[in-house]
């Protein structure tokens, strides 16, 4: 049982590159999310799926695209790198918004 | 956005002793969970809470979600090396707010003394 699975683990982008962030779960949950975390900021959500076909903007969505084609896969995409995107993001899944998230092990991102 | 108020931000523990940390929130929460993040890991999920003073136990760790529905509490007892770590409250908000995502208080950091 895999749980939640991102790649890359590690990447680092150039300002003004474009990227995606995969992100799969083997749980048939239902909610997906994507949060980043910022030294002494805790986790912020960048966005959200209620089931596939569904997405919604959370706290910090500028910069980022995402999709849901699949109940499984949840991709977050940088459209155009910048220095304030260096961050280790998170994906997380459950299955339903007031159960616990199981969380994936992150990617760290640095912008230069 | 809002976050929560986590306190303290950090603390050093000796083992055995007991921890307490706690969370704060002006708004009403129909759900608070505790989760710890180890180094390069991602945050797992500890304790879950869904009713006002509701007290739940995992082994030596227990939480309580408050009467108030506005604060949530984290004891460890008799501490141990393998408990330091960041801790993080997440509360969801009884009106729906923040689209009925999760919350995350900025975490209590946990180290040994030394």
């Known amino acids: 049982n895999a749980g939640v699975t991102q790649t890359p683990k590690f990447q680092v982008l150039k300002t003004g590159q474009s990227m995606t962030l995969q992100c799969a779960q083997d749980m048939n949950h239902e909610y997906m999310s994507w949060y980043r975390q910022d030294p002494g900021m805790g986790l912020r959500l960048i966005h959200y799926s209620v089931g596939a076909g569904i997405t919604d903007q959370g706290e910090v969505p500028n910069g980022y695209n995402v999709s849901r084609s699949t109940t499984e896969d949840f991709p977050l995409r940088l459209l155009s790198a910048a220095p304030s995107q260096t961050s280790v993001y998170f994906c997380?899944?459950?299955?339903?918004?007031?159960?616990?998230?199981?969380f994936g092990s992150g990617t760290r991102l640095t912008v230069v | 956005g809002q976050q929560l108020n986590q306190s303290p931000q950090s603390m050093f523990i000796q083992e055995g002793e007991d921890v307490s940390m706690n969370c704060t929130s002006s708004s009403i929460f129909n759900t608070w969970l505790w989760y710890k993040q180890d180094p390069g890991e991602g945050p797992v999920l500890l304790i879950a809470?869904?009713?006002?003073?509701e007290l739940t136990s995992n082994g030596r760790l227990t939480a309580q979600f408050g009467i108030t529905r506005k604060d949530s509490f984290l004891n460890i007892s008799a501490s141990i090396p393998s408990d330091v770590g960041i801790y993080f409250c997440a509360g969801q908000r009884s009106d729906g707010g923040s689209q009925g995502n999760l919350i995350f208080g900025k975490g209590t950091k946990l180290s040994v003394k030394p």
């Open positions: 809470l869904y009713k006002a003073g």
């Open positions: 997380a899944s459950s299955y339903g918004g007031s159960y616990g998230y199981t």
